[in-house]
């Protein structure tokens, strides 16, 4: 039985990937144990690895490998002695899985800034209206390159690969389809907006507490707002299906919130995170190929309700799982 470890980056937009790819390996020919920081680690979801004991507590963004704790993780990732190792590009992880001679695949929705040819990165502008945001730590992106560099298969967890104007990657890097549900019409699921957030964006509440019948699906569910519901992201089923029956969908870019709209072909409107790499690339990729149309402050969303968002899914575009059926 073939046995892998997955390993999730430190931010919150690979727990949601994380989450959903466990949950699609239920009951498949599979032995997997999982390595995951606070921050990318889903509520009530087992990890084997907790990553963030191997960062330095006073300064986190300085990574090295002269830590006691990486000698002991390596040494229990070779005793559980992998066939192969999905990485959502964590670096302590890759690291380990050169080291040990693993068969590496990087598995991530942030590779997309890695991955984009030099020409449609230019053509998008981003990198140049942002450069203090892609370029403000460079020895983590080496550090990125690097991992990239060292991996049998990078795969970019993005729905830009089923739109009919996909945009062009280096020859080294291929789309991996993101995990989603498709909801069902349901009259009783019909909302007017329904919004996917990570945080309680305060500027995202506000506006939407604006418009009857709006709901929100996050993790912070226990929360009370005026004139706004707030919904557990966990139920997925009741999340789909409210989904599919909304008018637009609201979120701040990630690409988990993007793909689940334009699966259920809902239009979305973007405040995007302007901390976010990932979230801003989005913003404004989907905003390119019209799937999405991105907003800065409060405005009037109802020209925006209904609009057709048009899926196209190529065959030729894979789930992560049914790369593992190809082994």
Not at 133 to 148: A, D, G, M, S
């Amino acid at each position: 039985m073939l046995k892998i470890l997955y390993a999730a980056s430190n931010n919150e937009n690979a727990r949601i990937q994380l989450a959903r790819f466990i949950k699609a390996m239920v009951g498949k020919p599979f032995i997997i144990k999982v390595a995951a920081y606070k921050k990318s680690s889903p509520k009530g979801m087992s990890i084997d690895w907790t990553l963030d004991c191997l960062l330095n507590i006073f300064n986190p963004e300085h990574l090295t490998f002269d830590n006691d704790n990486l000698k002991t993780y390596f040494n229990q990732v070779k005793y559980f002695a992998p066939d192969l190792v999905i990485s959502d590009l964590e670096y302590f992880t890759s690291y380990v899985a050169n080291e040990l001679n693993i068969t590496l695949w990087q598995c991530s929705s942030s590779i997309i800034n890695f991955a984009l040819t030099q020409k449609y990165k230019y053509d998008l502008g981003v990198f140049s209206k942002y450069a203090y945001l892609f370029n403000k730590n460079p020895v983590h992106t080496q550090r990125i390159v690097n991992i990239i560099d060292n991996s049998n298969c990078n795969f970019v967890y993005s729905h830009f690969g089923d739109t009919g104007s996909a945009p062009a990657l280096k020859e080294s890097f291929e789309w991996i389809r993101p995990y989603h549900s498709l909801g069902k019409k349901y009259i009783p699921c019909q909302h007017n907006i329904i919004a996917g957030l990570i945080h309680n964006n305060k500027t995202v509440l506000d506006l939407l507490k604006t418009y009857p019948d709006s709901v929100i699906f996050s993790e912070f569910e226990d929360e009370v707002y005026d004139n706004l519901l707030v919904k557990n992201i966990g139920n997925e089923e009741e999340y789909f299906c409210n989904l599919k029956n909304s008018n637009l969908f609201v979120s701040e870019g990630q690409t988990s919130f993007l793909a689940d709209a334009f699966y259920n072909e809902k239009y979305s409107v973007v405040l995007p995170n302007m901390e976010d790499p990932e979230s801003v690339i989005n913003s404004t990729i989907s905003e390119k190929l019209k799937l999405s149309t991105s907003i800065y402050q409060p405005e009037d969303l109802y020209s925006y309700m209904n609009l057709d968002v048009p899926v196209l899914y190529n065959e030729n575009i894979k789930f992560l799982h049914q790369k593992l059926d190809d082994l």
